[in-house]
T-cell receptor
Framework: EPEVTQTPSHQVTQMGQEVILRCVPISNHLYFYWYRQILGQKVEFLVSFYNNEISEKSEIFDDQFSVERPDGSNFTLKIRSTKLEDSAMYFC????????????FGPGTRLLVL | EDQVTQSPEALRLQEGESSSLNCSYTVSGLRGLFWYRQDPGKGPEFLFTLYSAGEEKEKERLKATLTKKESFLHITAPKPEDSATYLCAVGGSSNTGKLIFGQGTTLQVKP
């Protein structure tokens, strides 16, 4: 069964450093998303991406964040200068013909900023 | 503002003891209501999509129903392996795929 994969599973970084989180969406999906979940809190929407453009971004997704689809399979989230409050689980999701909102999530990257 | 509230926050059941989880929502234009299961440290696992009031979906011991204001996830004769956090989400009013999640109900089923 096709699934979304994410790397790395865990990342520890120093405050102010850049991190890139990687995702491989399900192969025939066209819509891609990033969400985050701070420990003990709700899953929060960050950004949606379609046709090489951002469709919508949340207030959390400020100038420190960027997304890219560098090739036909990968989808990345970059945080340019990490802050302590960026520590969270980051989930990638994708959706296809079943509808934008029927999204399949990856296993997540746990980011810890020290 | 689009909003999703789930209750209870936590639920403990004995194996075989059926119950229901509630998801109340406020959204200006519903683009689907979604149920996910999340195990500790893992990503949400898709369970159901519901689009219109009166719709029902079933999978094994789980049944999801939808009204105009809320959804229920009914768990019939649960087993310990059903222990997880169950997340409800709604498709927002924007046509971009954005999902708004509730805080989840953590279910523990004891043998």
């Amino acid at each position: 069964e096709p699934e979304v994969t994410q790397t790395p599973s865990h990342q520890v970084t120093q405050m102010g450093q850049e991190v890139i989180l990687r995702c491989v969406p399900i192969s025939n999906h066209l819509y891609f998303y990033w969400y985050r979940q701070i420990l003990g809190q709700k899953v929060e929407f960050l950004v949606s991406f379609y046709n090489n453009e951002i469709s919508e971004k949340s207030e959390i997704f400020d100038d420190q964040f960027s997304v890219e689809r560098p090739d036909g399979s990968n989808f990345t989230l970059k945080i340019r200068s990490t802050k302590l409050e960026d520590s969270a689980m980051y989930f990638c999701a994708s959706s296809g013909i079943a509808g934008l909102e029927t999204q399949y999530f990856g296993p997540g990257t746990r980011l810890l900023v020290l | 503002e689009d909003q999703v509230t789930q209750s209870p926050e936590a639920l403990r059941l004995q194996e075989g003891e059926s119950s229901s989880l509630n998801c109340s929502y406020t959204v200006s234009g519903l683009r689907g209501l979604f149920w996910y299961r999340q195990d500790p440290g893992k990503g949400p696992e898709f369970l159901f999509t519901l689009y219109s009031a009166g719709e029902e979906k079933e999978k094994e011991r789980l049944k999801a129903t939808l009204t105009k204001k809320e959804s229920f996830l009914h768990i019939t004769a649960p087993k310990p392996e059903d222990s997880a956090t169950y997340l409800c989400a709604v498709g927002g009013s924007s046509n971009t795929g954005k999902l708004i999640f509730g805080q989840g109900t953590t279910l523990q089923v004891k043998p």
